[in-house]
């Protein structure tokens, strides 16, 4: 069941983790130019955020991401996390590689917390989805961003991940979405 959340950003998805007491270890896939890691970081208070991306366009992915990479390189991407992240030491590790290779490098239940902004097509949703709940322990919290994307094409980035979620995790679980101010891409999360 899709339900809405009491948040109003995913920027208050550091908070949400320190009143739960998830203060291990957290994954973002997907981490781009780190934004989100950046303000994610200054407010969680747990021990460690890996950020995995491969830093490259993945085969098949082109044709989505032209929008939001066109001006710049996915290298220059990368240089700019490093610098972003730099100031949290080792609090952040930057693992480049695809998401599904990267999850291999977790134990089932290590986690805290996963946020899902890789690959948007649903089967790649779905495999992100299937790979990465088992690595987040009971209690922790599954998330991902762009359910919907105000403004954009229908088909762009929301739909599929509407999808991956109905298919699988909805099924079973509440899905809380969080609709953000400003008319910004709404995130989604489930308790473990």
Same mark, same amino acid.
């Given at each position: 069941? *899709?339900?809405?959340?009491? @948040?109003?950003?995913?920027?208050?998805?550091?908070?949400?983790?320190?009143?739960?007491?998830?203060?291990?270890?957290?994954?973002?896939?997907?981490?781009?130019?780190?934004?989100?890691?950046?303000?994610?970081?200054?407010?969680?208070?747990?021990?460690? &955020? @890996?950020?995995?991306?491969?830093?490259?366009?993945?085969?098949? @992915?082109?044709?989505?991401?032209?929008?939001l990479w066109s001006s710049s390189s996915r290298s220059a991407d990368k240089r700019i996390a490093i610098?972003?992240?730099?100031?949290?030491?080792?609090?952040?590790?930057?693992?480049?590689? &695809?998401? *599904?290779?990267?999850?291999?490098?977790?134990?089932?239940?290590?986690l805290d917390f996963v946020y899902i902004d890789g690959d948007h097509r649903?089967?790649?949703?779905?495999?992100?989805?299937?790979?990465?709940?088992?690595?987040?322990?009971?209690?922790? *919290?599954?998330?991902?961003?762009?359910? *919907?994307?105000?403004?954009?094409?229908?088909?762009?980035?929301?739909?599929?991940?509407?999808?991956?979620?109905?298919?699988? &995790?909805?099924?079973?679980?509440?899905?809380?979405?969080?609709?953000?101010?400003?008319? &910004?891409?709404?995130?989604? @999360?489930?308790?473990?």
């Open positions: 069941m *899709i339900c809405p959340s009491p @948040y109003s950003s995913r920027n208050q998805f550091g908070q949400l983790l320190n009143d739960r007491q998830l203060l291990g270890e957290a994954v973002e896939i997907g981490t781009h130019q780190a934004d989100f890691a950046q303000v994610f970081l200054d407010v969680w208070q747990g021990e460690k &955020l @890996y950020c995995v991306d491969p830093w490259s366009v993945p085969d098949g @992915y082109e044709s989505q991401v032209e929008q610098s972003r992240l730099e100031k949290f030491g080792e609090r952040a590790e930057l693992i480049e590689d &695809l998401s *599904i290779p990267a999850s291999q490098r977790f134990h089932d239940a290590q649903c089967e790649e949703v779905k495999k992100d989805i299937s790979a990465w709940s088992p690595k987040v322990r009971e209690g922790g *919290i599954i998330a991902g961003h762009d359910f *919907i994307c105000p403004g954009e094409e229908p088909e762009n980035w929301g739909r599929p991940i509407q999808r991956a979620l109905s298919e699988t &995790l909805a099924v079973s679980r509440d899905v809380f979405v969080i609709v953000e101010e400003n008319g &910004l891409p709404w995130s989604w @999360y489930v308790v473990n």
